[in-house]
């Protein structure tokens, strides 16, 4: 579904990504470890084509159509959809409308956002004053209206509070999982994801099939993702057994 080959990325005239190759089948959920600065952000970022991530060499591919050079709206019309790591505030322009227009079909967006605690946030200018924990909720009842087939999740568990985080938790399952959205059935698609955790909270609430820890710009190692996560609470990215024994 998505293919990576040898990317390398420049952020502000600086090599951040260095020679990334990954593979994420239909249906696979993968999750991307890495300390902080580590290039796990422009990774997701550049797959999404944000301007400011520059692509200096390597490919992407998105169900075998080369989409390294096509524009963010083609993307998201592809079915890529992402949950930001720092959501920028939108002064003027209200959530409700945002939802209604990443709608994928005629949704009843007060229904849905009653569902997600963020019916009174419709007339709010998006993200704007929003706490932690609605931040998310607001990126994960976006991401439900576009119903993408390919979802990159940044960090979606962080700054979350206890009160919210079930809520999170089974938003995400249901964004994998729930084959009903907007006629998925029909389609018979499964959903794919690359997600970004440092908790692993979130691999409470969803399967995942593969892990990699991502250091300086690439790719070092490959596991499951529960022996990873083991790994990296005991004994930090430095010194990682997992890493030395499946280097990539
Ligand atoms: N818009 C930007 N402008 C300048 N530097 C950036 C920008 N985005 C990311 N970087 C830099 O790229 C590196 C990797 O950042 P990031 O991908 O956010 O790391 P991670 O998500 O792994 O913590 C960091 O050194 C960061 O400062
Ligand atoms: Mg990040």
Redesign the pocket.
């Known amino acids: 579904m998505l293919k990576i080959e040898d990317l390398h990325v420049e ?2 005239g600086r090599e ?1 990504l260095r020679g990334i190759n990954l593979e994420i089948g239909p249906g696979q959920t993968c999750v991307l470890f ?1 300390p ?7 990774l997701l970022a550049t797959i999404m084509g944000f301007g ?1 991530f520059k692509v200096t060499q390597g490919r992407i591919f998105f169900q075998g159509k080369d989409i390294t050079n096509m524009p963010i709206d083609e993307r998201a019309r592809m079915g890529i959809g992402m949950l930001l790591q720092r959501p920028p505030n939108v002064v003027g322009l209200k959530l409700g409308d945002l939802v209604k227009a990443a709608s994928c079909q005629d949704v009843d967006v007060s229904h849905l956002a009653e569902d997600f605690r963020m019916k009174a946030f419709l007339d709010r200018d998006v993200n704007v004053g929003f706490s932690g924990g609605e931040l998310k909720r607001s990126e994960l009842l976006q991401l439900t209206a576009q119903n993408p087939r390919f979802l990159l999740l940044d960090e979606p568990e962080s700054g979350v509070d206890m009160e919210s985080i079930d809520l999170v938790g089974e938003k995400i399952h249901d964004l994998l999982y729930d084959t009903k959205q907007c006629g998925r059935e029909k389609e018979n698609e499964s959903v794919s994801a690359l997600i970004i955790t440092h908790t692993g909270e979130v691999l409470k609430y969803i399967g995942a099939d593969c892990a990699y820890i991502i250091r300086d710009g690439k790719i070092r190692c490959s596991g499951r993702p529960m022996d990873l996560l083991k790994e990296i609470k005991d004994k930090g990215y430095g010194e990682c057994i997992a890493c030395r024994m499946v280097k990539i």
């Open positions: 952020v502000e951040v890495g902080n600065g580590s290039g796990k952000s422009t400011q």
